[in-house]
């Protein structure tokens, strides 16, 4: 369910962020918000774009001045542009081509005699040959990913540049035919040496025709939409880059599997945490929550008892789990630990800083968390 109906005027979208495309054109623009209401929706779409680049695991850390002012624009702009970007620079290198095979009936040999059907030929027609040959054709299945979602952003953009560039690149991809099945062939895209150069355009045409993505939207009408689960952006992006911030020995893991109980040698109830890190023979466990709060008793009782199970099955009640919350500067700074009755385990509550992308707890940071290279 995307969102709630509170209104015949008014619609709630739950945790979501990204643009929606109504059938009649609109274009509605869900921004994430974590300051004030005073916040311009620039701010939002940066915040955003870089959250999506690291969950896509996009290169983007060079933009040009064209692509800073599409922070002005709606989000399928700036990933149309990116798009088209990469698929101008693999237009020059050239799209790789493959045999397919061809039958057909000719008025002259070329390749392979079909022997059985020319023996079935009347009379009439044994002037004409049943032929089998290879041609070296463009239409392979990455090629025609990429003209289908070519033509997706063709038909959505409305930027004069993006626009004139779609344009000259469809006329240069004419002989591609478009994807009859879309998750069939990215199954089918091939990742060895020879297509290399595939590799930079392969996230931005997942993105574009929203494959593997948390959430997207697509119509039968002409247009993008792309709608993702902030809960799960927040908890991906938080994960890849405490990854990258690991002191030397430490191991993170995300989304590690348990279970709480069994029954006749079956496991049942599955534990999922988002984060769980070994560091020198301790466990740590932390649960990204894209939640603002604003004082300790606006923390969720559930959230609580939910890090409780996780850490007596991860760190046999002996370590520290924590809430992740995304920061803000109406935050309660510092939170202390929490300590639970009767057992050594503590919950920490902390933030997340978009912008500097560091964790933070409020105090002893360097002493709550040693896994993590401050």
Not at 296 to 318: E, F, K, M
Request: proline share 5%; hydrophobic share 35%; with cysteine.
């Amino acid at each position: 369910m995307l969102g709630e109906l509170r209104s015949r005027t008014e619609l709630q979208l739950k945790s979501l962020v990204g643009v929606l495309t109504t059938p009649c054109g609109v274009q509605l623009e869900m921004l994430p918000k974590t300051q004030h209401d005073a916040d311009r929706a620039s701010e939002g779409r940066r915040q955003l774009i870089r959250m999506l680049t690291k969950l896509i695991d996009a290169d983007c850390r060079s933009f040009s001045t064209a692509d800073i002012s599409l922070f002005e624009r709606p989000l399928t702009e700036w990933v149309a542009r990116q798009f088209l970007l990469r698929l101008h620079e693999l237009m020059k290198h050239g799209l790789r081509c493959d045999y397919k095979r061809v039958e057909e009936v000719s008025s002259f040999l070329r390749g392979q005699l079909d022997v059985h059907r020319q023996m079935q030929q009347p009379p009439h027609r044994r002037h004409v040959f049943h032929v089998r040959h290879d041609v070296f054709l463009e239409d392979r299945p990455e090629n025609r990913l990429l003209r289908s979602a070519l033509e997706r952003v063709r038909a959505c953009v409305r930027l004069a540049e993006n626009w004139r560039l779609a344009a000259s690149l469809c006329k240069l991809m004419q002989p591609v035919p478009l994807s009859r099945d879309v998750q069939g062939d990215f199954s089918q895209w091939r990742r060895d040496r020879l297509m290399a150069s595939y590799a930079a355009i392969r996230p931005w045409c997942e993105l574009v025709l929203g494959k593997d993505m948390p959430y997207a939207v697509s119509h039968s009408h002409e247009g993008m939409s792309m709608l993702f689960s902030m809960d799960v952006l927040f908890e991906r992006y938080v994960a890849q880059t405490l990854r990258g911030k690991l002191m030397p020995g430490s191991v993170l893991e995300a989304q590690s599997e348990g279970w709480l109980c069994s029954r006749s040698g079956h496991a049942c109830f599955k534990l999922r945490p988002d984060i769980v890190v070994c560091c020198d023979g301790r466990t740590w466990v932390l649960d990204t929550k894209w939640k603002r709060i604003e004082k300790s008793s606006d923390v969720d009782n559930h959230d609580v008892y939910q890090l409780y199970v996780y850490g007596r099955q991860w760190t046999h009640g002996t370590g520290d789990v924590a809430l992740v919350y995304p920061e803000h500067e109406k935050f309660p700074h510092p939170q202390r630990p929490f300590q639970f009755m009767g057992e050594e385990m503590r919950l920490l509550v902390t933030t997340f800083d978009l912008n500097d992308d560091r964790l933070r707890c409020g105090l002893d940071e360097e002493e709550n968390f040693p896994w993590l290279a401050q």
